[in-house]
Structures are given as C-alpha cells and as structure tokens.
C-alpha cells in the first residue's frame, strides 16, 4: 500500500510539472514571437530608412550638379527612374520659389504643392525635415539640394530641394509572410524542446527517484535483496550521519569563507578608493602640466607653440571641408614707449589687460594666442574676410577704450587681417604680418585686410 500511494504522489508530481514545463514553455514562444516581431518590425523600419536615405545620397549630390547646369530635362529623366522604386510613392524636386520642377508624376511638374517639410527647408534653413507616420504608412522626407556656393554656417547657396514620400505598407505585407514563418519554427522548436525535457526528466529524475524510493521502502520492510546492492539499515545510518557531518562542514567552511569575503570586500573597497584618489590626482595633474604647456605665462592665453600648432591644423581643415578660416595679427602700439617711460611692470599690466578685453571680445570656437612680445594672433574658423575685418575693427574700437590706473597711458593696437585659402603656414603669416606693418605704416590704429 505504502508503495502504490508513493508511486501515485510521483505520478501527481511528475504530472503537475509536466503541465508546468509546458506553461512555460508555452509562455516562452509567445514572448520569444512577440520579441522577434517587433525586432524584426524594427528592423524592416531601419532598412526602408536606410534605402530612402541610401537614394537621398545619390540623387541630391546628382540633382545639384544638374540645377546648377540647368539641365532640367536630366533631371525629370533622373527622377522617373528613381521613382520607379516600388517603395518610393512620390518624388519630386522644388525650386527655392516653391515650384516642383521635376517630379516622378509628370503632372505635377510647374504646379505648387505645398508641403510643411519643404516649407521647413526653405524657410528654415533645416539640414533634414521629416514626417513618419506608421499608422497611416507614408515616410516623408525632405532635404536641401546645395549649390557650390553652400555655405554650412549662414546655410546659403540653396538651390532646391528634394522630397520624396514612402509607402511603408509594404512592411506588413513583409510581416505578414514572415509571421507565419516564425509562429510555425517557434511551434516546432518548443514541441521538440518539451519532449526532450521530459524524456531527459523522466530518465535522469523520476526513474531513478521511483527506484530508490522502491528499495527504501523494500529496505524498510526488512527486505535486504533490493535493487541497491550491499544495503542495509546500518549503511542507510552511516549516510545519514554522513550526510549531516558533510552539511556541518558546508557550513563551517561557508562561514569561514563569509569572513574571508568581507575581509576581501573591505581590502578591495579600500585599494579601489587609494586607485581612484591616486587616478584623480594624476588627472588633475597631468591636465594641470598640459595647460602650464600650452599658456603662455604673462598673459595666461595659448603661447606661441601652440597656437601656430592650431593654425597649421585650421589651415589642414581648411583644405578638406572648403571652410576657410580667417587671422588676425596683431601689434600694441608704441609700446617700447610704454616700457621705457612707466617701467615694465606697467607693460606686463597693460598686455594682461588687452588680452583680457580681446578675449571677452571673441566665440568659444576663435583661437587667441601670444606671437612673442606684444604682437598677437587670433584664428577665426569658419570666417570669411568680412566678417573677420568686422570683429578687428570692433576690437580695435575696444582697445582703444581701456582706462589704466596711471590716466596718462592710452593703448590703441594696429592690425592685420587675411582670410585662409590653400597657403601653408608660413604663407599666412608672411601675409598677415606684411598687413600689420602696413597699418603701421598708414598711422596705427586701424586694420588692414
């Protein structure tokens, strides 16, 4: 009786954990669906992205060349074939007045439709404009079409621009096919992973539990010819104890270890502090000795090295973004007068002064460094001529303000000015400083560019 009412507890048991396997399981494959399809609804979205900007690349860099060379026909020839793409729905090209002049719809051509992303481009000045709307299944983009007078800081140089509408119901046609894919291989894969487990339950657990359960209870009867050889009550006994001295000393050795762990938790927590606390210090350091290298010591701008180091790098972009840069030198004037007639405490306070005001003067982008002396260059990135002999004048004017604790002394500063093409280095400052000494030569105090 004992032994049927143990196998039914089995049975019960191996019963409810096979319904709970499959629970599992079950649950497993519809999180498992649930997670692919929307990875892979995800990933359908970013390749239809990345085809629409694929065909953006391409066509703005060929519809600028074509506009510029007013070869409209091209264009409209250039714009039927990519709007032959199955995914792309429309296609079409404005003028700067809001006028298509070339579309994948040849109706449309010489019409104005207007469209708040284009609007966006126009009037805005925006780099990219988009609309996505995924309940409705359309993707609009739109991008500005740059002529070779572009210009990346006032945004100028705008000869058009090129919209193209998506038709992203092609994704859930996509879906739709794939979904019946994924839901049959989940499918298969958890019905073959659920009868492994089971077998692999059943042989590895519940066949040996039944076994061993059958000759302990044979063993408890009295009878000794069970399925485990050389067993009896004593050998059962000596288990047990076994068993029960192996628990005690799991317990010992996981205490001893505890303490061992904390120990080794606090050494690593304070070896971690001094590595951090010592990291800080050699950061500080180490940026401490870098700015000492680069600043000049007067008048606590970049030195000489470094700002020629910059210049040389302004003048390498220069070349390969087409941005030019702009320099400015230099010069205090009559400033030996100073020195002589004051002292040259005096001079040191009145360079510290002008570099101060010039450097509250310029952006975060400018450079401003110590020539030598009292002779100083600033670099203006991304600066044409004009703009650059504007802020020459502006500090000029400012230099020209300052009030010194000794009112006899008045500082006015001579410059020159010149805008960056492809000249080396020593080009640019051959260039720069002949404009200086031509604004000292036509009377100081004024810049020539």
Do not use: C
């Amino acid at each position: 009786m004992m032994s049927k009412g143990f196998r039914r507890s089995f049975y019960a048991l191996y019963l409810k954990i096979s319904v709970g396997l499959i629970i599992v399981i079950v649950t497993m494959m519809l999180l498992s669906f649930f997670f692919i399809d929307k990875l892979l609804y995800g990933y359908l979205k970013v390749q239809y992205k990345e085809q629409v900007f694929s065909v953006i690349s391409g066509l703005d860099w060929a519809a600028s060349g074509l506009l510029e060379n007013k070869e409209i026909n091209s264009l409209q020839r250039l714009t039927e074939n990519i709007g032959s793409y199955s995914f792309i729905e429309k296609i079409r090209v404005y003028n700067t007045e809001d006028h298509i002049i070339s579309s994948n719809n040849k109706e449309e051509v010489g019409e104005v439709l207007r469209e708040k992303i284009v609007d966006e481009i126009l009037i805005k000045n925006k780099l990219r404009s988009m609309e996505i709307n995924f309940k409705e299944g359309r993707f609009k983009v739109a991008v500005p079409i740059k002529g070779k007078e572009y210009s990346r800081v006032s945004k100028t140089g705008v000869v058009g621009v090129l919209y193209i509408q998506v038709d992203l119901k092609g994704i859930d046609k996509l879906m739709y096919d794939y979904r019946y894919n994924i839901i049959r291989d989940i499918i298969i894969v958890g019905v073959l992973l659920l009868i492994i487990i089971l077998i692999l339950l059943t042989k590895k657990l519940f066949i040996p539990l039944i076994k061993l359960s059958d000759a302990a209870i044979e063993v408890s009867r009295g009878n000794y010819k069970s399925k485990i050889e050389n067993s009896s009550k004593l050998e059962f006994s000596y288990l047990i104890g076994e068993f029960n001295h192996m628990i005690e000393q799991i317990n010992i050795r996981d205490e001893k270890l505890k303490i061992s762990r904390k120990k080794l938790e606090d050494y690593s927590l304070l070896l971690e502090k001094k590595v951090r606390e010592r990291t800080k210090e050699l950061y500080l350091s180490n940026k401490k000795f870098k700015k000492i290298a680069i600043t000049d010591g007067l008048t606590k701008i970049y030195n000489r090295k470094y700002i020629l180091e910059k210049l040389e790098s302004e003048i390498e972009k220069a070349i390969r973004v087409h941005e030019k840069p702009s320099v400015v030198m230099l010069d205090v004037d009559d400033f030996k007068r100073i020195n002589d007639e004051y002292g040259h405490q005096t001079g040191d306070e009145v360079l510290k002064k002008i570099s101060e005001l010039i450097k509250s003067n310029l952006r975060d982008i400018d450079l401003f460094g110590r020539y030598g002396g009292e002779e100083f260059i600033i670099i203006l990135p991304e600066t044409n001529i004009e703009k650059s002999f504007y802020i020459a004048e502006r500090i000029r004017g400012e230099v020209e303000k300052i009030r010194y604790d000794n009112e006899k002394i008045k500082t006015t500063i001579s410059l020159g000015v010149v805008e960056v093409t492809d000249e080396n280095q020593n080009e640019v400052i051959r260039k720069v400083d002949k404009l200086l000494y031509k604004a000292k030569a036509n009377g100081k105090n004024r810049v020539e560019k």
